[in-house]
């Protein structure tokens, strides 16, 4: 009984342990960027700073651009065979 009274303690803590550290990139990506965007305030003052602060703290990070819309886009306006053989070389390079 205490064997698996231990077990189900152990369980619950580690259960909570890892709900814990999930929440922490999410903090870390925040206070990442308030810091960018305190330096790019320089040095606005009030409502001008206020402003800048709320629309730079609301923006969406932009989101890159996927390797298969970029190979699309570098053999668009190619021949069938040739421009197959392109993708496939594009899609297999380095990002």
């Known amino acids: 009984m205490n064997r698996l009274l231990i077990l189900m303690m152990a369980g619950a803590l580690a259960c909570a342990g890892s709900a814990m550290a999930a929440d ?10 308030m810091k960018a965007c305190n330096a790019q305030a320089g040095d606005k003052k009030g409502d001008e700073r206020k402003a800048f602060m709320k629309n730079c703290l609301s923006a969406k990070p932009v ?3 996927s390797r298969m819309a970029i190979c699309n886009k570098k053999t668009a ?3 069938k065979e040739e421009r197959a053989k392109a993708q496939s070389e594009c899609m297999k390079a380095p990002a």
Do not use: Y
């Open 24 to 33: 922490a990139p999410a903090a870390n990506s925040q206070q990442d960027k």
């Open 77 to 79: 306006g190619l021949p």
């Open 63 to 65: 989101k890159a651009e």
